[in-house]
């Protein structure tokens, strides 16, 4: 097992350091496939996303990421909320895409099964070649990302984040619906994603050195606007599965309306803070939540960021669209080294497990 964590203490960790080039390999090995899969999403204008656990989250991103790019708003669902919420509306003129890293997840496949039985297209995003979500999908597009040990996703979901950004650049072209200019400057950022990884990871031991302020916490809020809100959503997760800290995610808009109740002196808060059509108003939502006492995590890449946060998580600057990806990474390593500070075995976190095969 020493030799296959490649001199890392934990698969996570290994994992988390695998992404830049797990990212790479993922958007090398789909430059056809999504090309092939836009011209099919072209054709549907109902489009509906299920998924599980972080994988949810990849599909919250992509909904953002459709939206923007290509003006088509799919319906993302909880693949267990699925068949109860959507039996009625889907049909032949559907098309399911269903994000799962393992391809075993019971939900997910029973989502992906009453969508064929009601005729609907289905596409699938999978990591784990041959697995069940692939015989049932339509259309298969493979994350490349590598096998996942760690029960928590990491490169499995930033991969499926850079195939799903790859689609919809693509949809945006077969559809016309953004500046071409535009488009081309995205994909050029995207290639360069996998540097700013690298990059991002040098901030390893300041977050270890972070994380040993605030391992004896117990309630960390996690905030973002637009695309960041699911990047929330899923450091909070991370936060939860590995540390057992407990750990909200939600959009800073939302502070207002209850939990800013719980805010009180020392409560973590990270703040998603990208530069972006949304970042006025983020920087709004911290001072708000610093008048509470709470410390600022913040992470961006704007001056006027530091001067509000308690600790900056510095990062590069990109196109806010593809922060999702880079942003994860800091997301991740605070978890991780706050589940080892606490004693936590990250790899196999208590209670869950890597593929829920039941409902
Ligand atoms: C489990 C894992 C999560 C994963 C989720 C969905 O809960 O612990 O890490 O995100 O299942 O899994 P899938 O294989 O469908 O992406």
Redesign the pocket.
């Known amino acids: 097992e020493m030799a296959e964590k490649a001199g890392y203490p934990h698969f996570m960790l290994k994992e988390i350091y695998e992404q830049p080039r797990a990212v790479r390999d993922a958007m090398h090995g789909n430059v056809d496939a999504v090309r092939k899969a836009a011209e099919e999403i072209a054709r549907y204008e109902k489009v509906f996303i299920v ?5 949810y989250h990849a599909g919250l991103v992509g909904k953002y990421l459709f939206q923007r790019l290509a003006n088509r708003v799919p319906i993302v669902e909880d693949a267990s909320e699925f068949r109860y919420e959507f039996e009625n509306v889907i049909d032949e003129d559907t098309l399911v895409i269903a ?7 019971a939900d ?1 496949l029973a989502a992906m099964k009453l969508a064929k039985r009601k005729g609907a297209k289905v596409l699938a995003i999978v990591n784990v070649v041959g697995s069940m979500a692939t015989r049932i999908a339509d259309l298969t597009l493979y994350t490349h990302a590598g096998p996942e040990i760690g ?3 990491t490169k ?1 979901y930033t991969t499926q984040l850079a195939v799903l950004t790859m689609l919809a650049i693509e949809l945006a072209r077969v559809l016309g619906t953004a500046d071409d200019g535009y488009l081309s400057s995205l994909v050029d950022g995207l290639s360069r994603v996998p540097e700013l990884m690298e990059e991002v990871l040098k901030h390893d031991a300041s977050l270890r050195e972070l994380a040993e302020g605030l391992a004896g916490k117990s309630d960390f809020f996690y905030i973002g606007r637009g695309v960041s809100v699911p990047t929330a959503l899923e450091g909070a997760l991370k936060l939860k ?1 590995i540390s057992y800290i407990h750990a909200e995610g939600l959009s800073a808009g939302e502070l207002k309306h209850g939990p800013l109740a719980l805010l009180e002196e020392g409560v973590p808060v990270v703040a998603i803070a990208p530069s972006g059509k949304t970042f006025e108003k983020m920087l709004g939502n911290i001072e708000e939540s610093r008048a509470r006492g709470a410390f600022i995590i913040g992470l961006g890449d704007r001056e006027e960021l530091g001067r509000v946060s308690d600790v900056l998580v510095q990062m590069p600057p990109m196109d806010e669209l593809l922060t999702p990806i880079v942003y994860a990474v800091p997301l991740q390593l605070l978890a991780y080294h706050l589940a080892v500070l606490r004693g936590n075995d990250p790899d196999k976190p208590r209670n ?5 095969t039941v409902e």
């Open positions: 998924a599980m656990g972080t994988s994000i799962t890293q393992s391809g075993e997840t997910t029960v928590a996703a499995t599965e869950l497990a890597k593929s829920v």
